[in-house]
């Protein structure tokens, strides 16, 4: 278990007590992987160092409300003394959260449509007009123009609007997009002390939240991946434990493509997080692992994927967390060969890049 470092809590003036607990009892939930009794062991922790309890409520209080919150519950397999766990609304909770966290400047985006550079039937106008056809929406009618059309074609004492005279504003073409988002489990993710997965799960809880809420029509697959690669549900993301694995990046670019062909939208990508270099493949049955600098073997490996993404019009966005240069030397290989995107970050601008990228990348396809 790795340890924790917390900055000097200053407690808010805003806000019952309930409310500031809550918030930093979620965020304690994602770096316990959902384990709440650690949870709020931390909580009490900081709660005996920074005073955030009060003599009308205290620790004992918030559980009590957690509990007839619905927050969390006990698993019913455990039995009556079992433990807690996370209920589906604090999942939920979690995802939001995340999304404020991260995207919380995208409060007043468009619900589910992503605009392309083409023009056909969509919400977002241009400055073009065009003659009205059925099946258009009224929301665009053009009202000037279509009233000057009434007014040259009928004259203002026999005056009168027909659907000849009406004018619309050109809308974009709204897309669909079919996304897999990769996160690295491997050891490094914690490796030397420092906490990557954590971040990378927030990243991954904001993404999902983002797709299902603003961009319903949009698919989201998400796959996890060391020396062997698998698909998990969003509500198992806050879950998320780094094992002691190496990074088979083949194993899960292969998962990728697996999950996107069973896809019938043509819009196709692969989002990728990850701070380390591919260390592991599968040869049969049995694994050929090498942790010591750039393997030839695993490399080209790799690079032959992202060549056949290529041919198959799925672009992988690469979010490296590192800056080793013969790691960069890596990335630009394999982003060349793919024909895709690479963003070389610090922990904290991560969210922002995913995003910029996914709305821009939307906006390219069609």
């Given amino acids: 278990m790795i340890g924790f470092q917390f900055s000097e809590y200053i407690p808010s003036q805003e806000g019952s007590t309930f409310d500031k607990l809550l918030n930093l009892f979620k965020e304690l939930l994602i770096h316990t992987s959902g384990d709440v009794s650690e949870a709020l062991s931390w ?17 004992s209080n918030f559980i009590d409300d957690l509990i007839e919150k619905g927050y969390i519950k006990q698993d019913p397999r455990d039995g009556a003394g079992g433990q807690f766990k996370p209920s589906k609304k604090m999942e939920v909770q979690l995802r939001q959260k ?34 009205y056809e059925f099946g258009d929406s009224l929301d665009n009618l053009a009202i000037s123009e279509s009233l000057k059309n009434a007014q040259i074609n009928h004259g203002i004492e026999d005056f009168q609007l027909t659907t000849n005279d009406l004018e619309v504003q050109e809308s974009f073409y709204q897309s669909q997009m079919s996304t897999v988002l990769m ?5 490094s993710m914690i490796l030397y002390g420092e906490d990557r997965i954590t971040p990378a799960k927030k990243v991954a809880m904001a993404l999902a939240e983002l797709i299902t809420t603003r961009y319903p029509k949009d698919t989201l697959d998400i796959l996890v991946f060391g020396n062997d690669a698998w698909p998990i549900e969003v509500k198992d993301l806050p879950y998320l434990e780094v094992g002691p694995y190496h990074t088979n990046t083949v194993a899960g670019l292969e998962l990728a493509m ?16 990850t701070d380390g270099k591919p260390t592991c493949i599968k040869k049969g049955k049995k ?8 393997d030839r073997t695993i490399i080209n490996r790799t690079l032959n994927l992202a060549g056949r993404c ?17 790691l960069v030397n890596f990335v630009e290989q394999f982003t060349k060969t793919n024909n895709g ?8 601008g991560l969210g922002e890049f995913v995003f910029m990228d996914y709305k821009n990348n939307k906006r390219k396809r069609h």
């Fill in 43 to 59: 909580l009490t922790k900081l709660d005996r160092e920074y005073e955030l309890t009060t003599d009308d409520y205290g620790m």
């Fill in 341 to 348: 995107k690479a963003f070389f970050s610090g922990l904290s």
């Fill in 287 to 294: 694994y050929y692992k090498n942790s010591f600098g750039l």
């Fill in 98 to 131: 995340a999304l404020e966290d991260i995207f919380g400047q995208l409060k007043k985006a468009k619900r589910g449509k992503h605009s392309t550079r083409y023009t056909g039937r969509g919400d977002e106008t241009t400055s073009e007009l065009r003659p």
């Fill in 310 to 326: 290529r041919k198959l019009d799925i672009p992988v966005t690469t979010f490296m967390i590192a800056r080793d240069p013969y």
């Fill in 183 to 187: 996160i690295d489990i491997s050891h």
């Fill in 258 to 273: 697996d999950l996107l062909r069973r896809r019938r939208n043509p819009n196709k990508q692969i989002f990728m997080i």
